[in-house]
C-alpha cells in the first residue's frame, strides 16, 4: 500500500490501557558504557534514550540487543521518510557508481543543479519567482547565522527580534536568539548582541493572560508599537526571526492570524522575515512548508534536517532584494555535499509524488483524535497540540494553582517517568518546552495509521503506569 492510500479509513477505538504486558529492562551495555566513559558532558539523548542501535528500517530501529523499537524522534525531524528508504539509498548509490565528486565547496554540477531546480519547485510561485539560495555548513545552526549576516548586511541594521520559547541552533549568534535560558547561562555575554525577545502566541499558556482572539490582537499590538514607538527604546531591527511551530520550545503552533499579522507588521516597517523551517519544513505540518498554513510570503526561509534525505545539509532561500552581501560573505568547507544533494532531491520527488502533506495531515489528526480519547481518562495531559506530524502533549498536575487562564501548573517530574515507560514498551519519544514537560511526537511521515494506532496504545499504557502512584 503506497502512502497515498493509507490515510484515516476509520475512527480511532477508545484506548483501554492494559497492565500485562513485555517489558524492556536497560542495563548498561559495554558500548554505552563507553559512550559514558568517553563522550563529552554535553553529550544528551543517550541520557534520556540509552540505547546503543545496530540497524534501522523505516519508523523502526533495532538495538545490539535485538530489541526493537517505534522511532517518533526520527533525528529530531530529521527523517522525512524514515530510516533507509529505499529512494534514498537509491540515490545515495546512484551518486557512488556515477563516481560523481563526493565534495564540490560551493562548484555546480548535475546533481547540484537538480536539487535546486526540485526546491524551487516546492516554494510558493511568489517566493520562488525572486528566490535566491545560499548553501550553508551542514546544519541548521549554521543556516541562521547566514540569515542573520544576509538581512544585516542588506539592512544595514544590526538588531533582530526573536520570540520566547525560541530554538534556532547552538551556535553562539543562533543561540543569542534562543528563548531557553539553561544553554545561555554557564556563557555570560554571548557574542552576537542586539536581539530583542518578544511574547509568542503560546495560546494554553498565553503571556497576557488572554489566550484565543483577543491574547493574538495584543500580541501584534505590542509588535506593532515595538516597532513604530519611537520610545519603545528598540532601535528597528534588520529582521523578525520566528518558528511556525515552536519544536524544541514545546510543539507550539502560533496562530495563523497572527503570522499573517506578523507579515503585514514587518512590510509595512521594511523589516525582513525570517522563518525557521528547519524542522518544520518538507511536509511535517501537513503543508509542504509550515508558512504556507497563513498564506504568507516570508523574505527568509532557513532549511535543514529533512532537506539532505537524512544526510548534513543546510540552506537559505530568500528574496533577492536581501541579496546585497559580497562574495565569501558566508562560507563553508561542508556545503557541497552530493549526496545529500541527491537524497534530498529524492525525498522532495517522494513527498509530491505520493502526497505526503496529505497524509501526514491525516495522520497527525489521526494521532491527535487518540490523544484527546486518552486525556478524558488523564487529567495530567493538560494541551495537546501541533500541526500534522508535529504534535506534542503538555503534562500538568491537576491538583496544583491554575495560572492566570485557569491552566494547572506544568508536571515537569511526570514527562520523563512518560517517556521511560514508553521507552520499556518499545517507544522513542522526545521531551521539550518549558522545564522540560511536553512529550513531543514527531514520527517518520511513511508512518500508517495502523503503526498510528500502535503508538498511542503504547503511550496510554505508559501514561497509566506512570501516574498510577500519583
Not at 521518510?81 to 565534495?103: F, Y
Not at 524551487?120 to 525572486?130: D, I, K, N, R, Y
Not at 502566541?201 to 488572554?210: A, I, S, T, V
Not at 489528526?365 to 504534535?391: C, K, T, V, Y
Request: glycine share 10%.
Amino acid at each position: 500500500m503506497s502512502v497515498a492510500t493509507s490515510l484515516i479509513e476509520d475512527q480511532p477505538a477508545r484506548i483501554v490501557p492494559t497492565p500485562a504486558e513485555t517489558l524492556y529492562q536497560f542495563n548498561e551495555s559495554p558500548l554505552l558504557a563507553r559512550q559514558n566513559q568517553q563522550e563529552s558532558n554535553a553529550r544528551s539523548y543517550p541520557r534520556r534514550i540509552p540505547l546503543a542501535l545496530k540497524r534501522a528500517k523505516g519508523i523502526y530501529v533495532e538495538d545490539v540487543e535485538g530489541r526493537h523499537f517505534i522511532d517518533c524522534l526520527a533525528g529530531a525531524g530529521t527523517l522525512a521518510l524514515g530510516h533507509n528508504h529505499p529512494v534514498v539509498i537509491e540515490a545515495i548509490q546512484q551518486v557512488l557508481s556515477d563516481g560523481l565528486p563526493l565534495h564540490t565547496l560551493d562548484l555546480t554540477t548535475p546533481v547540484k543543479d537538480q536539487f535546486v531546480q526540485d526546491l524551487f519547485g516546492l516554494l510558493p510561485p511568489a517566493l520562488a519567482a525572486e528566490a535566491k539560495i545560499q548553501f550553508c555548513g551542514p546544519t541548521g545552526t549554521d543556516a541562521v547565522e547566514a540569515a542573520l549576516k544576509l538581512v544585516r548586511t542588506a539592512t544595514g541594521r544590526s538588531t533582530v527580534l526573536s520570540f520566547q520559547g525560541g530554538y534556532h541552533g547552538m551556535s553562539q549568534g543562533a543561540l543569542s536568539l534562543m528563548g531557553s535560558l539553561g544553554p545561555k547561562q554557564p556563557l555570560g555575554a554571548l557574542l552576537s548582541s542586539g536581539v530583542q525577545f518578544m511574547p509568542y502566541p503560546y495560546d494554553y499558556r498565553c503571556p497576557f493572560g488572554l489566550g484565543g482572539a483577543q491574547g493574538v490582537q495584543v500580541n501584534l499590538s505590542y509588535l506593532e508599537n515595538l516597532l513604530n514607538d519611537p520610545e519603545a527604546g528598540v532601535q528597528l531591527p534588520a529582521a523578525v526571526i520566528v518558528e511556525v511551530v515552536q519544536g524544541e520550545g514545546g510543539v507550539i503552533p502560533a496562530d495563523l492570524d497572527w503570522l499573517r499579522g506578523v507579515r503585514r507588521i514587518t512590510e509595512k516597517a521594511g523589516v525582513a522575515l525570517i522563518v525557521d523551517e528547519i524542522q518544520s519544513g518538507f511536509a511535517r505540518t501537513g503543508k509542504m512548508f509550515a508558512f504556507e498554513h497563513a498564506g504568507i510570503i516570508p523574505d527568509v526561509v532557513v532549511m535543514s534536517k529533512a532537506i539532505g534525505g537524512s544526510l548534513p545539509l543546510a540552506v537559505v532561500v530568500y528574496r533577492d532584494w536581501l541579496d546585497t552581501w559580497l562574495p565569501g560573505a558566508h562560507a563553508g568547507t561542508f556545503r557541497g555535499n552530493q549526496m545529500a544533494m541527491a537524497a534530498g532531491s529524492a525525498v522532495m520527488r517522494y513527498l509530491v509524488e505520493h502526497k505526503v502533506c496529505e497524509h501526514a495531515a491525516a495522520m497527525g489528526e489521526r494521532l491527535s483524535e487518540h490523544l484527546r480519547i486518552l486525556q478524558r481518562d488523564f487529567p495530567h495531559m493538560g494541551d495537546i497540540r501541533g500541526r500534522g506530524l508535529m504534535l506534542g502533549v503538555e503534562l500538568v498536575d491537576p491538583t496544583g494553582a491554575p495560572d492566570a487562564q485557569g491552566h494547572p501548573p506544568i508536571f515537569a517530574a511526570l514527562a520523563p517517568r512518560v517517556q521511560r515507560e514508553c521507552l520499556k514498551r518499545g517507544l522513542i519519544l522526545e521531551l521539550g518546552g518549558r522545564h522540560g514537560g511536553v512529550v513531543r511526537f514527531l514520527p517518520p511521515l511513511v508512518i500508517t495509521a495502523a503503526e498510528i494506532d500502535q503508538v498511542a496504545g503504547i503511550f496510554g499504557r505508559a501514561m497509566a503506569v506512570a501516574t498510577a502512584s500519583l
